[in-house]
């Protein structure tokens, strides 16, 4: 059965690092995209950062751009998200997401696969 399984959350200080990853289990299909989104409480969920499985084109979230970068393995089956700079808003439940066909990576009713998501606590 196609699995997501995200590691890494944890809690640091202001502007410091984390680095998450997220294991696809054979047989997920994300031939097109995986990327993460995150989800605060009292928010929706909302992208963070894409990959395109085939290409390795990326794409950002406006609020994490320029501290956070997204990138797989060789093997395309695991993804990370490099989070530096990390601010209090950042502070959420990140989970890591896949996509079988063409379509917007960006917007979660889309998504086909969703891991159970890890938490990402900031600190001031």
């Known amino acids: 059965q196609p699995q997501l399984v995200e590691s890494g959350g944890g809690s640091v200080q202001d502007g410091g690092s984390l680095r998450l990853s997220c294991a696809a289990s054979?047989?997920?299909?994300?031939?097109?995209?995986m990327g993460w989104f995150r989800q605060a409480p009292g928010k929706e969920r909302e992208r963070v950062a894409t990959i395109y499985t085939i290409t390795g084109n990326t794409g950002y979230a406006n609020s994490v751009k320029g501290r956070f970068t997204i990138s797989q393995d060789e093997a395309r089956d695991t993804v990370y998200l490099q989070m530096n700079t990390l601010k209090v808003e950042d502070n959420a439940m990140y989970y890591c997401?896949?996509?079988?066909?063409?379509?917007?990576?960006?917007?979660?009713?889309?998504?086909?696969?969703w891991g159970k998501g890890t938490l990402v606590t900031i600190s001031s």
């Open positions: 054979p047989g997920t299909d994300k031939r097109w995209c």
């Open positions: 997401a896949g996509k079988r066909r063409p379509g917007n990576c960006s917007d979660p009713a889309a998504i086909d696969y």
